[in-house]
């Protein structure tokens, strides 16, 4: 969480510097948890949720914090971390689909998981939350009704470019799906359609756009960060047309997007729906 949203940089005079700096951690508490209070409810509900799972049992059985009576931040971060070899473990080590699948579960794809791949599964729930959260992230960067997006994300075997689909189509715009892999694929779409808007990895899309002559609205950088290099971003604009907007997007597969900019490019956020812990 970057601390300049959240601490109010006007600090007042202080003659003493282990004061001020007492102060600083106090405000900085405070408004963390003025953050966080609005969202502390469904952080308490998946635990309640997660505390009934095999593997979470298990997991948090030596913890002096029950993890369905968490209460405060405090006592959340008392709780073990997970790790992704221990999820790998769980689920390629049973006999079975492992313990995070249910009769619930209408698809699945795989995540990298040491040298090899893990299945993830997902309910239709998992499925419209992750997308409504895409959705309102896109239309924050200025994607909407009518809009032709080229996709350039793969579809299989992850669940990327399947998630940026139907996220795209919670704005009301129009997916074109060209996927990864085939560039002279991707450029006969991005010359057959009128394109507005291009995700998936810039350097992939920049490829594209050189034999396509694109000219976006919006370019949505995923998988290669733009953020830190103004000079790689500015480069993208001008490849793709003199867009608009260029930023970056990050997401999970085991929790869909993370963090994303708007059309400010000032930097990407949570947008309100992740506890980040650090």
Do not use: C
Request: net charge negative.
């Amino acid at each position: 969480i970057s601390t300049r949203k959240y601490v109010n940089a006007q600090q007042p005079p202080q003659s003493n510097a282990s004061a001020t700096a007492r102060e600083t951690e106090t405000k900085m508490t405070t408004n963390i948890t003025d953050l966080y209070g609005h969202r502390f409810e469904q952080l308490q509900e998946q635990l309640q949720h997660v505390s009934e799972n095999a593997f979470y049992q298990e997991l948090y059985g030596s913890s002096t914090v029950d993890p369905a009576e968490v209460s405060s931040l405090d006592e959340f971060q008392e709780l073990p971390f997970v790790t992704t070899g221990q999820l790998s473990d769980a689920v390629l080590g049973a006999d079975d689909y492992g313990p995070f699948f249910d009769t619930d579960v209408n698809r699945t794809y795989v995540t990298p998981a040491g040298d090899g791949l893990m299945p993830l599964y997902y309910t239709q729930d998992d499925w419209d939350r992750m997308t409504d959260a895409i959705g309102s992230r896109f239309k924050e960067i200025g994607i909407g009704d009518g809009d032709l997006v080229l996709n350039t994300i793969g579809y299989t075997p992850f669940l990327a470019g399947m998630l940026m689909h139907d996220g795209i189509t919670k704005t009301g715009a129009v997916p074109v799906p060209a996927g990864a892999g085939d560039s002279e694929g991707a450029v006969g779409l991005a010359e057959l359609y009128d394109i507005d808007a291009a995700v998936g990895f810039p350097s992939y899309i920049e490829k594209v756009a050189k034999q396509a002559d694109l000219s976006l609205d919006v370019l949505i950088s995923a998988g290669e960060p733009v953020i830190y290099y103004p000079e790689r971003r500015e480069e993208l604009r001008e490849v793709v047309g003199g867009a608009d907007t260029v930023v970056d997007i990050y997401g999970l597969a085991a929790g869909g997007t993370v963090a994303a900019e708007d059309d400010s490019e000032d930097g990407e956020d949570d947008g309100g729906d992740t506890i980040i812990d650090i």
